[in-house]
């Protein structure tokens, strides 16, 4: 059982005091600046905390810091039960985020994309050597 009020006090203590590589991501998500796309941080999940949630596209991103890499185990267990719950996690090292924000900003607007629909005529292209679709 989750103490949702320790909790809550656990995740904006999060919020107040967050590690530089987060501060950097939330300046780039923030007040919708990526897309349109509304991102909150540090929100309770279940018994967990995500970094940060686009709750329209059921999406989690974690800046893993180095604790994460002793913890991958932990990690697996964690995503397997949030994507059980319906979201999709992507996680970023802290050199990701502060080396290539273009990629790791690119890669979440990617996750956000509406999936073409072949049956649509949507996601095909034709091939050069081929009269026929190819689905890509």
């Given at each position: 059982?989750?103490?949702?009020?320790?909790?809550?006090?656990?995740?904006?203590?999060?919020?107040?005091?967050?590690?530089?590589?987060?501060?950097?991501?939330?300046?780039?998500?923030?007040?919708?600046?990526?897309?349109?796309?509304?991102?909150?941080r540090?929100?309770?999940?279940?018994?967990y905390?995500?970094?940060?949630?686009?709750?329209?596209?059921?999406?989690?991103?974690?800046?893993?810091?180095p604790?994460?890499?002793?913890?991958?185990?932990?990690?697996?267990?964690?995503?397997?039960w949030?994507?059980?719950?319906?979201?999709?996690?992507?996680?970023?090292?802290n050199?990701?985020?502060q080396?290539?924000?273009?990629?790791?900003?690119?890669?979440?607007?990617?996750?956000?994309a509406?999936?073409p629909?072949?049956?649509?005529?949507?996601?095909?292209?034709?091939?050069?050597?081929?009269?026929?679709?190819?689905?890509?």
């Open positions: 059982m989750v103490d949702r009020a320790r909790q809550l006090a656990f995740a904006r203590a999060l919020r107040r005091e967050p590690p530089m590589t987060e501060r950097l991501l939330w300046k780039l998500l923030r007040d919708r600046r990526l897309d349109g796309l509304k991102f909150r540090q929100l309770p999940i279940g018994r905390v995500a970094d940060f949630v686009c709750l329209r596209h059921r999406l989690i991103i974690e800046a893993d810091g604790h994460h890499e002793e913890r991958a185990e932990v990690d697996a267990v964690r995503d397997a949030l994507a059980a719950q319906g979201f999709r996690v992507l996680r970023f090292t050199r990701a985020i080396g290539f924000p273009e990629t790791v900003l690119n890669q979440i607007l990617a996750a956000c509406p999936n629909s072949p049956l649509a005529g949507e996601g095909g292209s034709r091939s050069e050597t081929d009269e026929g679709w190819i689905v890509l």
